[in-house]
């Protein structure tokens, strides 16, 4: 059997799956890359543990920028401890038996302990999967050649209450947490791991683990394609608001499709549409409550079709912000007047605060008294209030456009119309292709084909090439645009629905 050696990823996969760990020494190919989502929440992890460092100033990067790794980072780094320099990043060690090691983020030691400083991008510590993280490099350490004063242990995370000043204060940004006692006690933790990692890569049988909730939490499984490629491309997991730990419950029971759900099992309304309409293969529509909602939309009158973009910054980019904020830096406003539309957008210019130039040149393009349109009004809503408390001399207008709000999302999420293609989505995503079927309102055709990569762009726009920059930008709005006339596509055919109702 080749000699495995054990770091910190496949020791997370471990602690997910067995299947997962089996997969990432025997067939590491079947692992689908990362997609742009997954890619820019590790960027931002890279981004964060880089800033982190200012709280110990003045150390050495063992890995140079991530260029030097492996056995050599952990000769280099014997040969760094050799020295009388305190400070270091990216220190790598292994156990005594070469079986295990890791890195450690920040690694400082003085006269009376050394400290072993792991620094996660979110606002809270997650437990176990942080503690279990920060468990496996402090085993690495205890059963490594380190023989330096006693190790303390420190989660170092976001701090959700901080808000920038005209400087960013690593300080305050970050709160540093002393984790040391936990784990100590999640020892046992590890070693029992250990024991049963052992059993697993030493078979030469991939484990027959089911699928479960484990293949989303606490990080998507890189296995998904694979292991779910055999499975009916509708499954439990589908059934809108039902709690995955819940519908891994039916799997181990057998009852994998909707059509298999029996006739007593406690559901909602909505969940027994989506299950009804599942087993007819046809969608469910109830055309009375469609025409009560259409009828609050006044769509016999000026209206406003509303999307907003943005983007979330860890690290807190401009003064009053705070980590994580969404900051608005792109709308769509199609104003639709007797069969034709008005096309109004904004796209903030990267590298300012886009705020006030977009609240304002939004207040602009709404003015009038039409109802204003959107998909899912909680995200509209939410980031007009935070704007509304950022500029109070605006929020009398903020406000009213508020009222004016319409919420499109209504009929889909309570199911008023459900087709079984939607596959327990409501999002506009979902249900376009269904209700609207045509190439040309198509996100297939688009260079940005979801929100995570509007954000993501935008986020990179001044690293890209100026040609690239153009492309981006007329990309931005064509996909802010097609959110926008989806949204009246929609909304016509529902219309369309009603006014043909079988008699
Ligand atoms: S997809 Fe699910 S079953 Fe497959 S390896 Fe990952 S966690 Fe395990």
């Not at 020295?83 to 983020?105: G, H, P």
């Not at 050649?145 to 808000?163: C, D, I, R, W």
């Not at 602009?364 to 009004?377: A, L, R, S």
Request: hydrophobic letters at 35%; aromatic letters at 10%.
């Amino acid at each position: 059997m080749k000699k495995i050696t054990l770091t910190k990823y496949p020791f997370q996969k471990g602690t997910q799956c067995h299947k997962a760990l089996w997969l990432n020494y025997n067939n590491p190919e079947l692992k689908t890359p990362p997609n742009e989502e997954q890619r820019m929440i590790m960027d931002k992890g890279t981004e964060v543990g880089i800033i982190a460092r200012q709280l110990y100033s003045g150390g050495r990067d063992l890995s140079e920028n991530d260029t030097v790794y492996g056995r050599e980072l952990m000769e280099k780094t014997q040969a760094a401890l050799k020295t009388d320099e305190q400070i270091f990043y990216e220190a790598s060690f292994e156990t005594l038996d070469r079986r295990m090691n890791c890195k450690v983020d920040i690694f400082v030691r003085s006269e009376r302990n050394t400290r072993l400083i792991e620094v996660k991008s979110s606002t809270s510590i997650k437990t176990p999967d942080h503690i279990l993280d920060l468990a496996f490099q402090y085993y690495v350490l205890k059963n490594s050649s380190y023989t330096g004063p006693p190790l303390q242990v420190y989660l170092v995370y976001l701090n959700k209450e901080y808000v920038r000043g005209v400087e960013l204060d690593v300080d305050e940004l970050f709160v540093m947490e002393d984790v040391t006692r936990r784990i100590i006690d999640a020892q046992v933790l590890i070693k029992n791991y250990l024991v049963q990692f052992e059993s697993v890569l030493k078979s030469q049988q991939c484990p027959n683990n089911r699928v479960s909730e484990a293949c989303f939490k606490p990080y998507p499984c890189a296995f998904y394609n694979h292991c779910w490629k055999d499975l009916p491309p509708i499954t439990v997991f589908n059934l809108s608001r039902l709690r995955k730990s819940k519908a891994t419950q039916l799997i181990e029971e057998g009852i994998v499709e909707l059509t298999q759900i029996p006739s007593d099992m406690k559901l909602s309304v909505e969940q027994w549409v989506q299950v009804e309409a599942t087993k007819k293969g046809s969608p469910s529509i109830n055309h009375g409550e469609i025409t009560k909602f259409l009828g609050t939309l006044n769509l016999d009158q000026p209206t406003f079709w509303m999307d907003f973009e943005t983007y979330m910054s860890p690290i807190p980019e401009y003064q009053g912000t705070h980590p994580y904020q969404q900051i608005c830096f792109q709308y769509c406003v199609l104003l639709s007047i007797n069969g034709q539309i008005d096309r109004r957008e904004f796209l903030a210019e990267r590298g300012k605060d886009p705020r006030r130039a977009f609240i304002e040149s939004l207040l602009e393009d709404t003015e009038g008294e039409g109802k204003i349109i959107v998909y899912n009004q909680a995200f509209e809503i939410a980031r007009l209030r935070e704007l509304a408390r950022e500029f109070p001399e605006l929020e009398g207008d903020i406000q009213n456009r508020i009222e004016r709000i319409r919420d499109l999302l209504i009929p889909f999420a309570k199911k008023y119309y459900y087709h079984p293609l939607m596959k327990g989505s409501a999002s506009i995503k979902a249900v376009l292709p269904v209700l609207v079927n045509s190439e040309e309102l198509s996100y297939n055709n688009l260079s940005i084909k979801n929100g995570a990569m509007a954000m993501s762009l935008y986020e990179k726009f001044q690293q890209l090439e100026l040609e690239k920059q153009i492309e981006t930008r007329r990309a931005l709005l064509e996909y802010c645009h097609l959110d926008c006339l989806g949204m009246i596509k929609v909304a016509e055919a529902l219309q369309n629905l009603v006014n043909h109702k079988p008699k």
